[in-house]
């Protein structure tokens, strides 16, 4: 069975403070690693897609990188703004939809 | 805005009621997933749909079905409800089925319904 841990569940952070959040995965033949960031209420957004170990994806002051048995989200810099929830999911080989972590909720403040 | 659109977005029902939640998946997108969120469990998989056809079975009770109809759109019926069902139920869209051409594989999820049992 496919399975996603992500790690801290919280984070506070001080605006500039940059950190990591880590996604350890599980996975049968890792067919795409995702993360999302949803906030309060809302659907979760989509971010980044990793494919193979050592794949790097950058938005903003996100990073996104990949290795064979996590990912992490490493933030630089962080706005207030950048509060919300973040979400890993991974899809395996055996299987077409995603399986997502608890997700970590960061808490950016002023 | 994602393009996936949920209806409705707050629903407030009483046990052992019966409710559909609704979803247009984005323009061109064939597949349809349905998940539900609460606080402890995280976004669990219920039900995926691909061009009319189940493709793929999660943790969905009994109690609740999915369609998928000819014009793509689907619905979630949830039924003898619980007090435990009470969570948000979140509906994506994929351009295709995991692999297929011109599929990236991520989801795009619509805003959600929020369903509260009493």
């Known amino acids: 069975e496919d399975q996603v841990t992500q790690s801290p569940e919280a984070l506070r952070l001080q605006e500039g403070e940059s950190s990591s959040l880590n996604c350890s995965y599980t996975v049968s033949g890792l067919r795409g690693l995702f993360w999302y960031r949803q906030d309060p209420g809302k659907g979760p957004e989509f971010l980044f897609t990793?494919?193979?170990a050592g794949e790097e994806k950058e938005k903003e002051r996100l990073k996104a990188t990949l290795t064979k048995k996590e990912s992490f989200l490493h933030i630089t810099a962080p706005k207030p703004e950048d509060s919300a929830t973040y979400l890993c999911a991974a899809r395996g080989s055996g299987y077409s939809t995603l399986t997502f972590g608890k997700g970590t909720m960061l808490l950016v403040s002023p | 805005d994602s393009g996936v659109t949920q209806t409705p977005k707050h629903l407030i029902t009483a046990t052992g009621q019966r409710v559909t939640l609704r979803c247009s998946p984005r323009s061109g997108d064939l597949s349809v997933y349905w998940y539900q969120q609460s606080l402890d469990q995280g976004l669990q998989f219920l039900i995926q749909?691909?061009?009319?056809?189940?493709?793929a079975k999660g943790n969905i009770l009994e109690r609740f079905s999915a369609q998928q109809f000819p014009d793509l759109h689907s619905e979630l019926n949830l039924s003898s409800l619980e007090l435990g069902d009470s969570a948000l139920y979140f509906c994506?869209?994929?351009?295709?089925?995991?692999?297929?051409?011109?599929?990236?594989?991520?989801?795009?999820f619509g805003e959600g319904s929020r369903l509260t049992v009493l």
């Open positions: 994506a869209s994929s351009v295709a089925r995991a692999g297929g051409p011109g599929n990236t594989g991520e989801l795009f």
């Open positions: 990793l494919y193979s």
């Open positions: 749909y691909y061009n009319g056809e189940e493709r």
